[in-house]
């Protein structure tokens, strides 16, 4: 079992930056593998950014460039680190967790099995 919690999000204009954090916990917070979705709305829920256990990341195309991944496993928090962001950036952002990390890095398999609050990211033109 996990427990994760975002925080960070906020209201910035295009071009800006904002940094995420979503703080795991739990009896397997240290052995799951972790990344960003977000979902905008009217959209379906897709899938930003994912990170291995040795650092291998992994970014939806839309992103690729502007946002990067981190984690720091002393302290069990994931960061996603936004910036140049866009209009088209606004959404949910949820951190997400699953022991299958193909869940996590690639389309067209089931959703994560774990998932925070999210923190809502709006971006002004």
């Known amino acids: 079992q996990v427990q994760l919690v975002e925080s960070g999000g906020g209201s910035v204009q295009a071009g800006g930056s904002l940094r995420l954090s979503c703080l795991a916990s739990g009896s397997a917070a240290s052995s799951y593998y972790m990344g960003w979705f977000r979902q905008a709305p009217g959209k379906e829920r897709e899938r930003v950014a994912g990170i291995l256990k040795a650092g291998t990341t992994n970014y939806a195309v839309s992103v690729k460039g502007r946002f990067t991944i981190s984690k720091d496993n002393a302290k069990n928090t994931l960061y996603l680190e936004m910036n140049s962001l866009k209009p088209e950036d606004t959404a949910m952002y949820y951190c997400?967790?699953?022991?299958?990390?193909?869940?996590?890095?690639?389309?067209?398999?089931?959703?994560?099995?774990?998932w925070g609050q999210g923190t809502q990211v709006t971006v002004s033109s």
């Open positions: 997400a967790a699953d022991s299958d990390l193909r869940r996590l890095f690639y389309d067209g398999y089931p959703p994560p099995n774990y």
